[in-house]
């Protein structure tokens, strides 16, 4: 399991094994189990104890928490029963609580309404369209690991992960060259907890919103285009829906991807008999491009509301009630994936749900495929390897998996 399975709390709770009862001693919302990544061995007990348990973490929010795959799949992909309208995200406290942006963003709506927002955007994002991104994504990642590897190494999550997906998308989100760094820094902010989660959403969708103002372009080209073209094409859609439905895909677009090339590089210097066979092209870049985002699950959890009473894997959920789909817990479901806490970069099938499933998987599912494997392959030509310089380091956070610090030096390969 490597060096996040040396913590002390993770050490005690995997010895409780299935004796854990896992609802009365894990709050899976205290940030201090993030400490070192995903809490896999709490997941696994909880596993063990059963795929849904009702949790009442300790500031109050109260939901049932999905730790299996086959129901988690059944989760997001029954929308009917299980609507996204009021809230995708956990909150500390009141789960029933109106949520902002509810009913005016893609990940906030359920179809017929979804369907359309998806729509308005969507010829951004086919593999079509993101095929043609992957020059410039080589491009970008050549040049930032070039710098990395002139200066005899760095921080990889600081100097290249955090920087790269923004840096390729920023054309296609209408991102001025000069504003990446102020958009990166509020999406960051966006994806923590509470009141600095509200100004950098507010910061994003101010940037937005000034777009808006300046530039009512058909052209077609990028984010605010896209949305404009369909408002003129017939779609009624407000300048607020437009503002919410950018925040949404920005910061969903700078800050997941980053963490997954993060914890991808990690990956790979933690397993050097995996990442030899890579390099001498003995697995396929595509399959260890879906075994990393398997491993690296940057996001959490997925939360939706039931609307009306259900079984899911027996056990009643009542309408009204908060189910959070534990997406790293499903990726590592034995059920489904044989020897789950190893990383078998040749894996297939990989069924994994570090993008989500049903109508609200990924909007960049193709372009966070393509972002890695440019990353992959110029690591894997280039003539020096990395090696870690110092342990990793990640923030304490249960919104989304993330690295803090990821040192690394030049070595030879
Ligand atoms: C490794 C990187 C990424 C991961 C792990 C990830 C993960 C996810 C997950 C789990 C969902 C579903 C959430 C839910 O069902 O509640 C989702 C939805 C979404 N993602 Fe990603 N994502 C990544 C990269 C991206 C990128 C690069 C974009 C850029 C366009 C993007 C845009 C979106 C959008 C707009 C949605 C909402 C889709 C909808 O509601 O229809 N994501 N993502």
Redesign the pocket.
């Known amino acids: 399991m490597g060096r996040r399975g040396g913590h002390d709390v993770f050490q005690t709770i995997e010895k409780q094994g299935a004796l854990l009862s896992a609802s009365l001693s894990v709050d899976l919302l205290d940030s201090a189990l993030y400490t070192n990544g995903n809490p896999y061995q709490v997941w696994r007990a909880m596993r063990e104890a059963g795929p849904v348990h009702h949790h009442v973490a300790k500031t109050g929010s109260q939901f049932w928490a999905v730790v299996g795959h086959e129901a988690g799949q059944r989760v ?1 992909t029954d929308w009917k029963v299980f609507t ?1 309208s009021r809230g ?1 995200m956990l909150r500390e406290e009141d789960n029933s609580a109106p949520y902002p942006g509810a009913g005016k963003m ?2 906030l709506t359920d179809p017929p309404r ?1 369907t359309e927002l ?1 729509r308005a955007v969507a010829r951004l ?1 086919t593999p079509r369209a993101v095929r043609n991104l992957g020059a410039l994504a080589s491009e970008v990642a050549g040049s930032l690991l070039a710098d990395l590897r002139a200066r005899g190494g760095g921080d990889f999550a600081t100097d290249v992960a955090a920087k790269f ?1 923004l840096a390729v ?1 920023a054309e296609i989100l209408g991102i001025a060259p000069e504003d990446l760094p102020l958009v990166l820094d509020a999406t960051g902010r966006s994806v923590d907890e509470a009141e600095h989660a509200a100004s950098g959403h507010h910061d994003v969708m101010a940037y937005f919103l000034k777009a808006i103002g300046t530039r009512r372009s058909e052209a077609g080209r990028d984010l605010i285009d896209a949305l404009l073209t369909a408002r003129a094409g017939g779609l009624s859609l407000s300048d607020e829906e437009i503002v919410l439905t950018c925040d ?2 920005v910061v ?2 700078s800050q ?2 980053q963490h ?1 090339a993060s914890g991808s590089l990690l990956a790979l210097l933690e397993h050097p008999e995996a990442w030899k066979a890579l390099r001498e092209g003995r697995v396929g870049v595509g399959s260890a491009v879906e075994e990393l ?1 398997r491993w690296t ?3 959490t959890h ?1 939360m939706r509301t039931a609307v009306c009473d259900t079984e899911l894997a027996g056990t009643t959920i009542r309408a009204g009630e908060a189910v959070a789909v534990w ?1 790293p817990s499903a990726n590592r479901d034995g059920t489904v994936f044989a020897d789950p806490d190893e990383l078998v970069l040749d894996r297939s099938p990989n069924p994994h749900l ?3 499933a049903g ?6 599912a193709a ?2 495929r393509v972002l890695l494997r440019a990353l992959l392959e110029d690591l894997i030509g280039a003539d020096t390897s990395l090696a870690l310089a110092n342990p990793p380091t990640w923030q304490s956070t249960w919104v989304i998996n993330r690295m803090r610090s990821l040192p690394v030096t030049v070595v030879p390969a």
Request: some cysteine; overall charge positive; hydrophobic content about 55%.
């Open positions: 997001l996204s995708a893609p990940i979804h998806r994002f997906p998308q949404n895909i969903a677009a997941t991807a997954a985002l699950a940057p996001a997925a997406l570090t993008l989500g109508p609200h998987l990924c909007l960049g372009l966070v």
